[in-house]
């Protein structure tokens, strides 16, 4: 009687899971930048040029974490995390800014409830990747 050929089956490997990061600032260089270093640091990294489409691609994309630019036209970055939060509970916000008045806007927002981390500009990659695992750490 001939012998069957045993069956391989791979072992599946394990899902990685990528935690997703939104790169909001209207200098376009600046979140081109961010988002490139997250992704080759094994992030999901998408970049966003204004409040607003912070908010549409937020939709999307799900965030665990959003860092946004304070100081941007239209809607300032407090606000747009403001309304990101309210719809993505479980998101982390990293605010930026480099000016007095974006300082002053972060503040509003703590004192409005909001639990916004903040640094100042410029960021040091490995500050700013630093923060990021206090708030996305590895599983």
């Not at 630019?69 to 747009?80: F, K, Q, R, Y």
């Not at 509970?89 to 300082?103: D, T």
Request: hydrophobic share 40%; glycine share 6%.
């Amino acid at each position: 009687m001939p012998r069957s050929q045993p069956t391989f089956s791979p072992t599946p490997r394990a899902t990685i899971v990528q935690k997703r990061i939104l790169v909001v600032d209207d200098d376009h260089a600046v979140a081109d930048s961010l988002a490139f270093m997250l992704s080759h640091e094994g992030y999901s990294a998408k970049a966003a040029y204004s409040g607003q489409e912070a908010i549409e691609l937020s939709k999307q994309l799900r965030p665990d974490l959003l860092i946004i630019d304070v100081v941007m036209p239209g809607l300032s970055g407090t606000e747009a995390a403001v309304q990101i939060c309210k719809v993505l509970y479980n998101c982390h916000v990293i605010l930026f800014s480099g000016q007095i008045k974006g300082k002053q806007l972060a503040e509003e927002a703590r004192t409005g409830g909001s639990d916004f981390e903040v640094i100042e500009k410029p960021l040091h990659p490995q500050d700013l990747l630093s923060k990021i695992r206090g708030h996305l750490p590895r599983s």
